[in-house]
């Protein structure tokens, strides 16, 4: 069975900081990756996807990819109440989800 | 935009029930999906879709099943409601199975079997 495995937090931030969000995933041929927010009481969107090693950023948001060691990352810079929310990682078109980790972004 | 709409928002239902929750795409999406989520356990996959009549399961398709016979309309079935089916039902629809595509949620469904 392909697993997808995400620390499942909370985890506590304070206003400005930089937040780090992990995942890593056991189908080694896997080959798209992508973050989505889940408000409380609302369905998960997309905020970022990744196909290709390295690092790939947009505004305050940057996932990071190493397809070696089977993990993908969100690092949410500036991080703001706004981005408290439940940030889920799935993979592939397959769309297989983590149990997802809960971030809490203190004023 | 895309719109992906499930057909009630809440249900209550009794054991033994069969219970039908329906989801439908309207921009012609392939693949169409249903997830349980549950505290702590996050998304889970029950069944998917990647064209009409043809279906895959997922991680947890026990106690379910699905249908879909029409591009745009995915069904699940629950065909004999139990107390642990208790859970928010969620369906996806995107556009290709291996391609680099965005899943787009519907509004979810709280079932409550009592």
């Known amino acids: 069975q392909k697993e997808v495995e995400q620390n499942s937090g909370p985890l506590s931030v304070p206003e400005g900081a930089i937040a780090s969000l992990n995942c890593t995933y056991s189908d080694r041929v896997s080959q798209s990756f992508f973050w989505y927010r889940q408000y409380s009481g609302k369905s998960p969107e997309l905020i970022m996807s990744i196909y290709s090693n390295g690092d790939k950023e947009d505004g305050r948001f940057t996932a990071q990819l190493n397809k070696a060691s089977q993990y993908v990352s969100l690092l949410i810079r500036d991080s703001q109440p706004s981005d408290s929310a439940t940030y889920l990682c799935a993979v592939n078109g397959d769309m297989r989800f983590g149990a997802g980790t809960r971030l809490t972004v203190k004023p | 935009d895309v719109k992906v709409t499930q057909s009630s928002r809440y249900l209550v239902k009794r054991t033994g029930e069969k219970v039908f929750l329906e989801c439908v795409q309207d921009?012609?999406?392939?693949?169409m999906f249903w997830y349980r989520q549950d505290p702590g356990l996050g998304l889970r996959l029950i069944y998917f879709?990647?064209?009409?009549?043809?279906?895959e399961k997922g991680d947890i398709p026990e106690g379910y099943s699905v249908s879909r016979e029409k591009k745009e309309r995915f069904s699940l079935i629950l065909e004999s409601a139990s107390t642990n089916q208790t859970s928010m039902y969620l369906c996806?629809?995107?556009?290709?199975?291996?391609?680099?595509?965005?899943?787009?949620f519907g509004q979810g469904t709280r079932l409550t079997v009592v």
């Open positions: 879709s990647y064209d009409v009549k043809m279906k």
């Open positions: 921009m012609d999406h392939e693949n």
């Open positions: 996806a629809s995107s556009l290709f199975l291996r391609g680099n595509t965005e899943a787009f």
